[in-house]
């Protein structure tokens, strides 16, 4: 098996963070960083201000028919134990358990939609989350995005703490035009049955895990048919991705 350069060491961070100082760091640097990560430092706790700066690349991003549909919830401090229960990370690694004891993320955004669910509500989620992740990364965070979740766990975590934000609404129900597309869709809706005191329910999607990462990473080139599973050796979790040969769809232009 071939093996790469790893990611940038302390010494190179070094540089990284005064180039930092100095001004963003590149986009290649931000990919490199940008891994999924499972361990976090429990000694860094992140703060409602650091979730803030992320959740406002989403004032700045594309969105199909510029709709912007997508809401943030943000889980910090004693919350985040919630969610922690609620997710499962690394499965295919499922004899390690992770996240290890002690290594748990403290905070976490929960991505959700009072829309439909849908092809362009996706493609919103996907841009959304790794544009945060880009972001997590230039604060010198990680993250990692969770799909493997409780619905009913979240869905009722979410829901079932907007009334402060929406109490008026409640009384108005009839008012909101959302209301009746929501409930021609509540089929699709099924796993998200708590009560929501606005009357409109807030569909989680997809959660970020933010932290500070105590994980070390290394990318390792792969060919198509090559196994694409992320493993662990010595300690380093190792992350297949396709070379760019098998990427580009070849044709006979000069
Ligand atoms: C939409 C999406 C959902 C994911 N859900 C999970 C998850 O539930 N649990 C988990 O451990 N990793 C999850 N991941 C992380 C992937 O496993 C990870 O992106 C992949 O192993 C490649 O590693 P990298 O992100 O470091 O490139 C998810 C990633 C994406 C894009």
Known sequence: ????????????????????????????????????????????IVSKEELLKIVEVNTKIASARNQQVL??????????????KAIKLGGALPELNLPLPGTEPNAYIIIC???PKG????????????????KAVDLGLNGICIAAFNKEKICALVNGSRQAECSAPAEHASEQPECSVQAEHASDQ???SAPAECGRQMEPLLILAIGKSIERFQLL??????EHNYFRKNGVHFVPKVRIEDLLIWTNQK
């Not at 001004?23 to 931000?30: C, H, Y």
């Not at 943030?72 to 969610?83: I, N």
């Not at 996706?122 to 544009?131: C, F, H, L, R």
């Open 221 to 226: 080139p792969i060919g198509q048919e090559d």
């Open 1 to 44: 098996m071939e093996e790469h350069k790893a990611l940038p060491d302390r010494k190179s961070f070094k540089a990284t963070k005064k180039s930092r100082a100095e001004g963003a760091l590149p986009l290649d640097s931000l990919l490199l960083r940008n891994r999924s990560c499972r361990g976090y430092d429990s000694n860094y």
């Open 71 to 84: 809401r943030f919830r943000l889980v910090y401090g004693t919350e985040a134990k919630e969610v922690t």
């Open 190 to 192: 099924a796993e998200c």
């Open 113 to 115: 939609t009072e829309e």
């Open 119 to 134: 092809k362009w509500v996706d493609i919103d989620m996907g841009i959304s989350a790794q544009s945060m992740l880009l």
